[in-house]
């Protein structure tokens, strides 16, 4: 208690920001049991996509986005992609050697500025760890999903948990409740990227 200048400091730097990354997890990949979310990639009727090779993949991104406007007349707005399959897809180049997506001092073919994390296809492009190698959700996720949030993020600390006053230990839970909801499944679009060979 001391310390709790810096305490305070944790938990506002590094505590609210592991928060955020379990959440992105849970609205990602919970599978609805327990106290756990039923996640995009869980819900039945949720639409699919492949790739036929790692060259179709953004092909096959732009393919979802079409599905969600055929199949609900929403626009695909936001697309979630692992790292590893965005920087294949930012590293890709043509004949010439050249990136698609620009190069690492300019934008596309030497023309405008370089953006971090540029969208793809000019949909919000969130870059995240825990969307699973090899599988990227489009969808129109503004319209077609809500998350909801009761009472904010709560911390709460104490020395009585198991034996932390003997061991003169603080623990601190920090914790959020969270809702999905998923008023249109179709609007989104689960997308098999191609695997390299």
Do not use: C
């Amino acid at each position: 208690a001391e310390d709790l200048d810096f305490w305070v400091s944790e938990i506002n730097q590094r505590g609210l920001y592991l928060l955020s990354l379990a959440e992105e997890n849970q609205l990602l990949n919970g599978n609805g049991t327990g106290n756990n979310v039923l996640g995009l990639r869980n819900r039945s009727g949720v639409q699919t996509e492949t790739s036929a090779a790692p060259e179709d993949d953004a092909d096959a991104l732009f393919r979802a986005m079409t599905k969600v406007q055929t199949a609900t007349g929403l626009s695909a707005d936001s697309i979630v992609i692992n790292p590893a399959d965005y920087q294949k897809l930012r590293l890709s180049k043509d004949a010439n050697g050249q990136y698609f997506g620009g190069g690492f001092f300019a934008g596309q073919y030497g023309n405008g500025g370089i953006t971090e994390q540029s969208p793809l296809w000019g949909a919000r492009t969130v870059v995240s760890a825990a969307a699973p190698v090899g599988e990227a959700l489009v969808g129109a996720l503004s319209t077609a999903t809500t998350v909801y949030r009761k009472g904010g993020v709560r911390v709460e600390s104490t020395n009585s948990h198991v034996d932390d006053f003997t061991n003169n230990l603080i623990t601190t839970r920090i914790e959020e409740r969270v809702a999905l909801a998923v008023r249109i499944p179709a609007a989104i679009v689960k997308v098999t990227l191609g695997a390299d060979e």
